[in-house]
């Protein structure tokens, strides 16, 4: 992305390097990282970060307009329709390709948002390591907005605790010590102050929820929401038995809500018109299915981890579909071979983090994370026995 530094990068790159790299990144939380960390991070100049971020605000100008609500009334599955939702999500990512336009040209497209947490915390500890192992320079940083690590320590704990104790807020996942992304969840802990809990660990009594902690029942005022509903749906019978009571009033703030996970996302595509966010078109709102498949892609709106995407799309496979109010279809977009590595190029995402303090009028970008792919698309399934793959970070000019 930016040649000279790539350059400088590469060239002063050792397999030794790495390895110490390595080594810090798991000293934390040893054996807690259980995907491929990436042998480099992105350099982001000052004109592709434009871009990015004005992609961004013209998508949040959208989700703060007065109707947003009502035009997302749909988005939300109605088996997993959560009560008590509040007028704003706490958080939102932004998936963001790097791409090549029709003129050769590299531009941000938009590949998928969530109103829902990221990595916020492991990039906390991503980017002290990095700066410790690897020549970063000092006019590039992986916070945005002036943010530094202490005062986004703060906006985080300022969101995540509310006006409660840590012992009184948890960060709710399913099996969370099996998740691949427990890393986050252990920083979490470090950083906040709150434990991770399985939601087979919660009691209920009556509207209110506890946990125990060292053998002490403790009343839950604030989750810290990590739960996909279609990570639970797939889950045992006995474990979406449980799942049943998230979907109660209870006596819980919620940050965020998990409604927003719905109504920010690939639902949301559709409302959305700017040029780094490809055109996308509910599947039952398409009158005539256009001539050139070969440019789409057909992705249902409720899947798990990606599952359902068609990206070599034929006229039988939309013919096929019996639901088309829960599809869209979407412009492809082509990545571009971007970042130079010792053997053939990657591709890459970029994820800008937004958060949204309580009483704002509208969230801000402060931090991101980056993967790197050689395969079809991102994704671990796709780059197997790959090197200069796997997670990253961005680093972006001042």
């Known amino acids: 992305?930016?040649?000279?530094?790539?350059?400088?990068?590469?060239?002063?790159f050792t397999k030794e390097k790495y390895a110490a790299y390595l080594d810090d990144l798991n000293s934390k939380h040893p054996g807690a990282i259980e995907f491929r960390v990436a042998e480099t991070?992105?350099?982001?100049?000052?004109?592709?970060?434009?871009k990015a971020i004005s992609a961004c605000e013209?998508?949040?100008?959208?989700?703060?307009?007065y109707n947003f609500m009502s035009l997302t009334a749909h988005a939300i599955p109605a088996d997993v329709w959560v009560p008590g939702e509040n007028s704003f999500s706490?958080?939102?990512?932004?998936?963001?390709?790097?791409?090549?336009n029709a003129s050769g040209e590299l531009?941000?497209?938009?590949?998928?948002?969530?109103g829902f947490p990221s990595l916020f915390a492991y990039q906390i500890w991503h980017d002290e390591v990095t700066r410790?192992?690897?020549s970063i320079p000092e006019n590039y940083s992986a916070y945005l907005n002036g943010f530094e690590k202490g005062q986004y320590i703060d906006i985080l704990k300022e969101i995540i605790l509310g006006e409660h104790k840590p012992e009184n807020v948890i960060l709710l996942e399913i099996f969370p010590h099996q998740q691949k992304t427990k890393i986050d969840f252990y920083c979490t802990q470090d950083y906040v102050g709150i434990k991770p809990v399985c939601l087979t660990e919660l009691i209920q009594e009556g509207k209110k929820l506890f946990y125990m902690n060292d053998g002490v029942k403790i009343?839950?005022?604030?989750?810290?929401?990590?739960?996909i509903f279609d990570d639970l749906q797939q889950?045992?019978?006995?474990?979406k038995e449980k799942g049943k009571l998230l979907l109660e009033e209870l006596d819980v703030e919620w940050a965020p809500h998990p409604n927003w996970f719905y109504r920010i996302s690939k639902y949301t595509l559709p409302l959305i018109n700017h040029p780094y966010v490809p055109q996308t078109k509910f599947l039952n709102e398409i009158g005539t299915i256009p001539a050139d498949l070969e440019n789409y892609v057909l992705k249902p709106l409720f899947s798990f981890a990606g599952q359902g995407v068609v990206i070599d799309v034929t006229k039988a496979d939309i013919e096929k579909v019996t639901d088309p109010q829960n599809w869209i279809l979407q412009r492809k977009v082509k990545y571009a071979d971007i970042i130079q590595t010792p053997d053939i190029p990657a591709k890459a995402e970029i994820r800008i983090f937004y958060f949204w303090k309580e009483g704002d009028p509208r969230p801000i970008a402060v931090n991101n994370l980056a993967r790197l792919s050689k395969g079809k698309m991102i994704g671990v399934r796709y780059n197997k026995d790959k090197e200069w793959v796997g997670g990253s970070l961005a680093y972006f000019e001042k």
């Open 1 to 12: 992305m930016v040649p000279e530094l790539r350059k400088q990068f590469n060239e002063n």
């Open 41 to 50: 991070p992105i350099f982001i100049d000052k004109a592709f970060k434009g």
């Open 58 to 65: 013209s998508i949040v100008d959208v989700i703060t307009q």
């Open 90 to 100: 706490h958080f939102i990512a932004f998936d963001f390709g790097i791409c090549e």
């Open 107 to 114: 531009e941000p497209q938009l590949i998928e948002m969530q």
């Open 132 to 134: 410790r192992h690897f």
């Open 219 to 227: 009343p839950i005022k604030r989750i810290y929401n990590r739960i």
């Open 235 to 239: 889950q045992p019978e006995e474990v």
